[in-house]
Each structure stands twice: as structure tokens, then as C-alpha cells.
């Protein structure tokens, strides 16, 4: 079975200050999808970033930039300049493909506070 | 605006009393699923439809049913509710049904079971 490790259940970080979220993944696939999700108070799931595996050059959108070593099985979330509409859950998943249903496998997740 | 939307968002009930949990897109989108959210576990999907008529099973199935006869809803039904259903329920679709398309996410609906 796939499975996905976000070893830090809590995080904190101050406002402006860089923080990076840790994820670890077990696949014995070759291709296949991550994910960073963020989840606010408000319970809604927001996409932050996607990465393909098959490619070698790590996503970036705006602030958030991931580091994905496909060799440690390891996808990890910086977030740089934070601010306070950071603070919330964020969770890790992996997608195999069609043939497994698009099925994401999610981390337990990560809370961050930001701080002022 | 493109979203999805469920319905109840809060719901209370008693065990044994049959519910249902709709689900509705206003993307086209082909591919829909449910996930449930639970403490230290993540989400974990409960079923998930390629298009309409075509349902599958995720990792935790029991005690759920869906259909999709049409391409915008996909409701979850809970048959005989039980305590251990209580839960934050999401729905999510995507545009295709292809490999690693990116799923996006309904407002939850959290459900009690007493």
C-alpha cells in the first residue's frame, strides 16, 4: 500500500520568516503525482502546488516552492515571505494514475501558525 | 463562479436513519469522489466515478453508496448510519479522468452520528 509521512504535527513560524513542511512517501511506482494541499479554519481544501514526478524541475507558485528528491521519496513544502492567511493544515498526498482510480493518499497533516 | 457544492454542510443524526449527502459540479468536470476526514488519519477516499454510470470503491467502502446518473451530481448515501461514520465528508472532481489530473474540493459537510 501507498503511504504518506508528515512527521511534524505541529509548526510555527513568524511572520515574513521562511518554514519548510516535511512530507516522505512509499511508492514502488515510477510515475506518479504529489500534492500540497491547505486546509484553513474554514475546513475548505485548497490546492498549493502539484508536482510530476516524472519531471526533474521542483513546482513553484509564488511563494510556495517544493523539494522533490524522487530517489528519498521525499516532497517538501517551503513557504517563504509566511504571513498570517498562511496559518492552517497542510497535507501531503500522492496520486498513482487512472489505473488505481486517480486515488489521493494523504498525510496526517501538518499544523502551522504563523505568527506576528 | 466554478465550484462545488454539498449539501447539508452540518448534519446530526441517530444511528440507523438513512441520509444522503449531495454532491453537485458546475465545471463539466468527468471525475468525482468522496473522501472522509478523521483526526491523525488524513482523508481517505470512499468511493470515486470515472463518468456517469461508472463507480468504484476507494480504501474505506463499508457502510456507503453512491450513483451518478448525471455528470454534475454524485451524492453519498449512508444506508444505516453508525457512530464510527461520524466524520468531515468531502466531495472533489476533476476536469478528466486521466492520470493526475488535480482534484478540487467541495466545502465538507461534517456529520454526527449519535
Known amino acids: 500500500a501507498q503511504t504518506v509521512t508528515q512527521s511534524q504535527p505541529e509548526m510555527s513560524v513568524q511572520e515574513a520568516e521562511t518554514v519548510t513542511l516535511s512530507c516522505t512517501y512509499d511508492?514502488?511506482?515510477?510515475?506518479?503525482?504529489l500534492f500540497w494541499y491547505k486546509q484553513p479554519p474554514s475546513r475548505q481544501m485548497i490546492l498549493v502546488i502539484r508536482q510530476e514526478a516524472y519531471k526533474q524541475q521542483n513546482a513553484t507558485e509564488n511563494r510556495f516552492s517544493v523539494n522533490f528528491q524522487k530517489a528519498a521519496k521525499s516532497f517538501s513544502l517551503k513557504i517563504s515571505d509566511s504571513q498570517l492567511g498562511d496559518t492552517a493544515m497542510y497535507f501531503c498526498a500522492f496520486m498513482r494514475g487512472r489505473e488505481y482510480g486517480n486515488k489521493l493518499v494523504f498525510g496526517a497533516g501538518t499544523i502551522l501558525r504563523v505568527k506576528s | 463562479e466554478a465550484q462545488v457544492t454539498q449539501n447539508p454542510r452540518y448534519l446530526i443524526t441517530v444511528t440507523g436513519k438513512k441520509l444522503t449527502v449531495t454532491c453537485s459540479q458546475n465545471?463539466?468536470?468527468?471525475?468525482m469522489s468522496w473522501y472522509r476526514q478523521d483526526p491523525g488519519l488524513g482523508l481517505r477516499q470512499i468511493y470515486y466515478?470515472?463518468?456517469?454510470?461508472?463507480?468504484d470503491k476507494g480504501d474505506v467502502p463499508e457502510g456507503y453508496k453512491v450513483s451518478r446518473k448525471e455528470k454534475r451530481n454524485f451524492p453519498l448515501i449512508l444506508e444505516s448510519p453508525s457512530p464510527n461514520q461520524t466524520s468531515l465528508y468531502f466531495c472533489?472532481?476533476?476536469?478528466?479522468?486521466?492520470?493526475?489530473?488535480?482534484?478540487?474540493f467541495g466545502p465538507g459537510t461534517r456529520l454526527l452520528v449519535l
Open positions: 466515478s470515472m463518468n456517469v454510470e461508472v463507480t
Open positions: 465545471m463539466n468536470h468527468e471525475y
Open positions: 472533489a472532481s476533476s476536469l478528466a479522468s486521466g492520470s493526475g489530473e488535480t482534484q478540487y
Open positions: 511508492t514502488s511506482e515510477s510515475n506518479y503525482y
